[in-house]
T-cell receptor, first 112, second 114 residues
Framework: NAGVTQTPKFQVLKTGQSMTLQCAQDMNHEYMSWYRQDPGMGLRLIHYSVGAGITDQGEVPNGYNVSRSTTEDFPLRLLSAAPSQTSVYFC???????????FGPGTRLTVT | KNQVEQSPQSLIILEGKNCTLQCNYTVSPFSNLRWYKQDTGRGPVSLTIMTFSENTKSNGRYTATLDADTKQSSLHITASQLSDSASYICVVSARGGSQGNLIFGKGTKLSVKP
């Protein structure tokens, strides 16, 4: 099992550009989530999904879109990148909402 | 307001020594408490998950305790190794079973020196 994979590992964007961060898991987990991690802030939930076709907002959803067309994939879209979105992004999956979460390796995004 | 507070923010210990990290929470209603280890540049990895009825759980040299009455947890690391250098994150799940009900602490950064 590859677990949770994320691409790309690093990305530099200019303000106003859009991009998609990819996340995939091969554990047949229903729950998937996106977090951002900033120094001194801890992990903050952006969006999450409890199954294919179902998504919901987390603590910091503004500027991000998600969709979940398959169990395996949960991409995160930045519509118009801003410097405030410079962060490390982690995708996670779990079998249930209260179950153990498995995190991907992260994507380090810089917006200039 | 649901909150998870961890202390200390950072800690430096010598290799071979023991240490204890603290987590206090005000999350209600409580479902479970998790400890994660996050190496620099990597994603968090689960160490333990404890429910209301569990007051001690071990994973190798890591032992987590939970006092649901005082809403406190600790992570004890025995005979520390250089590879224990990492951030340790306490996460409390509020009952409801949703990812939106996970409350993350800001972590304790542990440095183990030779």
């Amino acid at each position: 099992n590859a677990g949770v994979t994320q691409t790309p590992k690093f990305q530099v964007l200019k303000t106003g550009q859009s991009m998609t961060l990819q996340c995939a898991q091969d554990m047949n987990h229903e729950y998937m989530s996106w977090y951002r991690q900033d120094p001194g802030m801890g992990l903050r939930l952006i969006h999450y999904s409890v199954g294919a076709g179902i998504t919901d907002q987390g603590e910091v959803p503004n500027g991000y879109n998600v969709s979940r067309s398959t169990t395996e994939d949960f991409p995160l879209r930045l519509l118009s990148a801003a410097p405030s979105q410079t962060s490390v992004y982690f995708c996670a999956s779990s079998r249930g909402g209260a179950g153990e979460q498995y995190f991907g390796p992260g994507t380090r995004l810089t917006v200039t | 307001k649901n909150q998870v507070e961890q202390s200390p923010q950072s800690l430096i210990i010598l290799e071979g020594k023991n240490c204890t990290l603290q987590c206090n929470y005000t999350v209600s209603p409580f479902s479970n408490l998790r400890w994660y280890k996050q190496d620099t540049g990597r994603g968090p990895v689960s160490l333990t998950i404890m429910t209301f009825s569990e007051n001690t759980k071990s994973n190798g040299r890591y032992t987590a305790t939970l006092d649901a009455d005082t809403k406190q947890s600790s992570l004890h690391i025995t005979a520390s190794q250089l590879s224990d250098s990492a951030s340790y994150i306490c996460v409390v799940s509020a009952r409801g079973g949703s990812q939106g009900n996970l409350i993350f602490g800001k972590g304790t950064k542990l440095s183990v020196k030779p």
